[in-house]
Nanobody, 122 residues
């Protein structure tokens, strides 16, 4: 059984930074892709970034390119999302997700964490 546990959310002022962590357990993740998604109140869950465990190939939503960085630590089975230059529109619940291979769509992912709240104030 795959388990994903996010942490690192919180309240931050605009242009500040946060780093989210997602610890994965339950199986060998080398063939997997890991994604970060976010959901603001009243909106759909959107893709933020994704990375492959094996090669480290990464992808980003246009809205976060140049501000967010996804990274992995294979030894710790942890995926990170470093968020910089945060803006109020980045406020959302951020979810970590896993699937075999890489995906950019919510429906492509099989396993989800519980989410961590990120709130950006002016």
């Amino acid at each position: 059984q795959v388990q994903l546990v996010e942490s690192g959310g919180g309240l931050v002022q605009a242009v500040g930074s946060l780093r989210l962590s997602c610890v994965a357990s339950g199986r060998t993740f080398s063939p997997y892709g890991m994604g970060w998604f976010r959901q603001a109140p009243g909106k759909e869950r959107d893709f933020v970034a994704a990375i492959t465990w094996s090669s480290g190939t990464s992808y980003y939503a246009d809205s976060v390119k140049g501000r967010f960085t996804i990274a992995k630590d294979n030894a710790e089975n942890t995926v990170y999302l470093q968020m910089s230059s945060l803006q109020p529109e980045d406020t959302a619940v951020y979810y970590c997700a896993a699937r075999m291979g890489l995906g950019l769509l919510v429906r492509e992912y099989d396993y989800w964490g519980q989410g961590t709240q990120v709130t950006v104030s002016l």
